[in-house]
């Protein structure tokens, strides 16, 4: 798959991500939230919880299922970058979670 075709689908999953939440409820907060450290794809509001979404698409599931892709060190990052969004948005003491669309 050549990177452009790569980039189409990750992006076509990300809207597809984003229906698929406001669906259920959920508020979208920020798509794309840049910081030093990466980028987390969705911010959400589910409810009182702010979810961080991490959308993994796949046309097939050669490589695996897509929540297999975020392992351990994939995990932390999330995590520092989650913690940078809070902190930057002064948001203290406010429940989060983690999501894998």
Not at 3 to 18: D, F, R, S
Not at 23 to 45: F, M, S
Not at 68 to 74: I, Q, R
Not at 85 to 95: A, R, T
Request: hydrophobic share 35%; charged share 30%; aromatic share 8%.
């Amino acid at each position: 798959m050549s990177k452009t075709t790569g980039k189409n689908l990750g992006k076509n999953g990300e809207e597809i991500a984003i229906n698929f939440l406001e669906k259920r409820g959920y508020q979208i907060l920020e798509k794309n939230y840049r910081c030093r450290l990466g980028e987390i794809d969705i911010v959400a509001k589910d409810k009182e919880k702010i979810v961080f979404v991490e959308v993994k698409t796949r046309g097939s599931l050669i490589f695996g299922l897509p929540q297999e892709a975020v392992n351990y060190s994939k995990q932390m990052r999330l995590t520092r970058l989650a913690l940078t969004y809070l902190s930057y948005h002064k948001l203290k003491n406010v429940p989060c979670r983690f999501d894998v669309v």
